[in-house]
């Protein structure tokens, strides 16, 4: 199984749909995506009509016809393929999951002490989760998944005048081109929401640091104290270690595989660092820490992880 299913999983649901086909789950999930189903983070689909024809070497993906076995009284499955003619199908190979999106936003409601029903503003994409306690008062906070092109009007209407609100979108790079756009301020919900062994936990002081950093001139903010920048910029170049060292791993299971070495999330990197999960939040928000949101972006993507020559020279 992937070191980091939940990670897997959140980076999914920006994809429309949200599914993994047999060997895309079998690679991230290990011989057996039960767990997750039960978990609630995952759903068992209908076979995949098509299968991938490696025999003949060109890769084909086609359509799969079922013939019933009288003998054995249940479906074969074939590959027509053109080139090199008809021949079985493992049915394990035709299987596939979806992302359980409703499931998961019962998971948030409850770990973050939500109650009642989400209300689902635009189809499959936003939803208004409810009022969330954070210190001394209430946020509402929004979910969104795959708002791509076609659904970003529609969201940004619904969104308009929510600026206080907070909007949770899977993952950091959702989170990261949401910020551009204005609007409620944007959180990965991998940055506040991590599992727990009944569902998921939450974090609210994560949650409340990355809205600080992103709206420091909010209700909540108070007057504090300079930032010690000697202690903060320690953080933040001791993350950057922690990234280099991953980023050399990455690249050399990428030379092997093909495959990208998941990202360490927040949570991963503040235990390898020792520091807070508030505090990874805070460094990679923090102005000063360009090489290290570079660092960040990179390992999250295979072609520039196999071509990481090792860190910027500061001379550079």
């Known amino acids: 199984m992937s070191p980091d299913p939940w990670t897997t999983i959140l980076r999914r649901l920006d994809d429309d749909p949200p599914w993994f086909y047999a060997e895309e789950a079998r690679a991230a999930f290990g011989k057996d995506a039960t767990p997750l189903v039960v978990r609630g983070w995952l759903k068992r689909m209908p076979p995949s009509g098509t299968a991938t024809c490696w025999s003949c070497g060109d890769g084909a993906v086609q359509r799969v016809v079922s013939l019933w076995d009288e003998k054995e009284r249940l479906p074969r499955w074939y590959l027509p393929c053109r080139r090199c003619g008809p021949h079985p199908v493992d049915p394990e190979s035709l299987e596939c999951w979806a992302v359980d999106v409703d499931r998961i936003l019962a998971q ?43 659904h970003r009007a529609a969201a940004h209407a619904e969104l308009a005048g929510k600026a206080k609100a907070a909007l949770l979108l899977p993952a950091d790079g ?14 990965a919900v991998e940055a506040a929401f991590a599992p727990a062994a009944d569902g998921l936990a939450f974090d609210p002081d994560a949650l409340e640091a990355c809205l600080a950093e992103a709206d420091p001139a909010g209700p909540a903010a108070r007057p504090k104290a300079a930032p010690r920048r000697g202690t903060r910029l320690d953080k933040i170049e001791r993350l950057v270690r922690v990234l280099t060292d991953h980023l050399a791993a990455a690249r050399d299971h990428a030379a092997a595989t093909r495959r990208l070495l ?6 991963q990197l503040a235990l ?21 949101r570079l660092y960040w972006a990179v390992a999250d993507d295979l072609d520039q992880v196999l071509n990481w020559r090792g860190r910027i020279s500061r001379g550079g």
């Open 108 to 150: 948030l409601r409850l770990a973050a002490g939500i109650r009642g029903q989400p209300t689902e503003l635009v189809e499959g994409r936003l939803w208004d989760l409810g009022r969330a306690g954070l210190g001394r008062r209430q946020r509402r906070l929004y979910f969104g998944r795959a708002i791509h092109d076609r």
């Open 174 to 187: 959702a989170a990261a081109r949401w910020r551009l756009d204005g609007g409620p301020v944007a959180v």
């Open 262 to 267: 998941p990202r360490p999330t927040q949570k």
């Open 272 to 292: 390898q660092a020792g520091m807070s999960g508030v505090d990874v939040s805070r460094c990679l928000h923090d102005p000063a820490a360009r090489e290290l």
